[in-house]
């Protein structure tokens, strides 16, 4: 669906973006972000979609909000592949689900429990929310280089925040607190709402994406910034290897 | 320690790295690929060779057909030492123009089966380890191998995927198909998910390497088998480089 030749949603065309876009939840954190590119330009703003795009090392690359939760990560996902956009990197805070990790630490996300509504309306349940392999050794590298404390492992992907953390008061209670149990003995690090239908989408598109959380655990959260600058290095490392491998870093 | 019940391995019988072939037969045949190996234990569908490779003991041992015996094998050699899951094995090409003998390295499972949900709910994924994938990519490159990176199907029934028309749910069977080969799963085999799904919660890493039936003859697995051994070679290497 297009509007003047611009997506539905999130107001954009080809040419606004690059093919590498970062995807905070929160529009709130785009323009803290594009500041750590070369020359960031504001794009659009519609909806819980702002969109800036600058560049690193030469190449265009953006960050668009995506909103809180799947349905609406979904339609910006869809619409910026339209736009030319193919690498993603989900850039995030997110709850812990393993009690030793503390505030602060990094989740460089493998794959996504697929714990909402959105993916399934993509691909049958079964299919795995699987990132992108080099998005997560992009993050790998990038992480190493910036200094951050990190693990590497599984996400569950939510639907309801409070669901996560007042589940007593929900009429699914039992099986809310069944299921985190379950999400805990399988090893999934952290709990977000958007990793598992960018992860299931990217595959059916035959784009890329991965995420890197930072995870809220008993103490206050810190400031973001090793978070950010993680992600930003990711993509330079993802452009670096891209441009190794002979595959083009622009539209 | 006792033997487990089934594999009849215990402690110290077999490494920490494990190829997984399903078939017995091929398990010599891939311990040929490994300095001094020797037979170690056979019983049921579970036969299992230890030798080395660069002076780290490696271990294969057949898992049998599908999830239910894989599932097995992987709590009872974790229980005997091992916590790298191998799964080397054959498969179906599902995308299509893929050709035969082409490999495929997993980065994932779908989950078609019954076995893993014994363990964790479906919405969970089974991912391979990234330490796992990035070996297996390294090993086929220096290889030169023609390879696809991508999503395994893990069933439970051989003939519901080769002959779906004869299945009395044959219309829920071709439109699975048609979703997977939308999502761009690349080969369908019987094991992988379990083996992936059990390893995440015993704390262990699980990967795949299959050849992948498509057009042309299926020929010898040789390539298939050095290219697994020189994965296990990769991930020894990038263990070491961890612990320094």
């Not at chain 2, 490994?34 to 037979?39: E, S, Y």
């Not at chain 2, 002076?55 to 599908?66: A, L």
Request: charge should be negative.
């Amino acid at each position: 669906m297009e509007t003047a030749g611009k997506q539905y949603h999130i107001q954009l065309k080809r040419g606004d973006v690059g093919k590498y876009v970062l995807l905070p939840g929160d529009p709130g954190r785009c323009e803290p972000i594009s500041r750590l590119f070369d020359n960031p330009k504001h794009v659009a703003t519609n909806r819980e979609y702002v969109t800036y795009t600058g560049t690193l090392d030469g190449v265009p690359v953006s960050v668009t909000s995506t909103g809180i939760g799947c349905p609406s990560a979904a339609i910006a996902l869809e619409e910026l592949v339209r736009c030319g956009a193919d690498t993603f990197i989900r850039v995030g805070t997110s709850g812990h689900i393993q009690e030793d990790i503390k505030s602060g630490e990094l989740a460089i996300i493998t794959a996504a429990i697929r714990d909402e509504g959105t993916s399934r309306q993509y691909m049958p349940i079964e299919f795995p929310a699987i990132a992108d392999i080099d998005v997560v050794l992009a993050l790998h590298a990038a992480a190493l280089k910036s200094g951050a404390k990190f693990r590497t492992g599984i996400t569950q992907s939510k639907d309801s925040f409070y669901g996560q953390h007042e589940p007593e008061r929900m009429g699914v209670a039992k099986d809310l607190l069944e299921r985190w149990r379950a999400w805990q003995l399988g090893g999934a690090l952290c709990s977000e709402m958007e990793a598992s239908a960018l992860f299931v989408i990217s595959s059916m598109l035959r784009v890329r994406s991965g995420g890197v959380m930072m995870v809220h655990g008993k103490e206050p959260m810190p400031p973001l910034d090793i978070l950010l600058e993680t992600a930003v290095g990711a993509l330079r490392e993802v452009i670096a290897a891209d441009r190794a491998k002979g595959r083009p870093v622009t539209l | 320690m006792t033997k487990q019940h089934h594999t009849h391995t215990q402690e110290g019988d077999v490494g920490r790295y494990v190829l997984m072939p399903g078939d017995p037969g091929r398990v010599p045949i891939i311990a040929a690929h490994l300095d001094d190996a020797r037979h170690v234990a056979t019983n049921r569908e579970y036969v299992t060779y230890t030798g080395t490779l660069d002076g780290v003991p490696v271990s294969v041992t057949s898992t049998g057909i599908g999830c239910p015996s894989s599932a097995i094998a992987v709590e009872e050699l974790f229980r005997c030492g091992a916590d790298t899951f191998i799964r080397v094995g054959t498969s179906g090409g599902i995308q299509p123009g893929t050709k035969s003998n082409e490999i495929a390295i997993a980065t994932g499972a779908i989950r078609h089966e019954g076995t893993s949900l014994h363990y964790i709910p479906i919405e969970f994924p089974a991912v391979c380890s990234i330490d796992v994938v990035q070996s297996m990519r390294k090993a086929v490159e220096r290889l030169s191998l023609p390879h696809k990176v991508g999503i395994s199907h893990s069933k439970d029934s051989f003939y519901g995927e080769v002959e779906p028309e004869r299945s009395a749910n044959s219309d829920e069977l071709l439109e699975f198909w048609r979703a997977w080969r939308e999502g761009g799963a690349i080969c369908s085999e019987m094991e992988l998910s379990t083996i992936c799904i059990v390893s995440s919660l015993l704390g262990a890493r699980a990967g795949g390497m299959m050849a992948m039936y498509g057009e042309g003859e299926f020929g010898p697995l040789d390539n298939l088998i050095k290219a697994a051994v020189e994965s296990v070679r990769e991930l020894i290497k990038l263990d070491k480089a961890k612990e320094r």
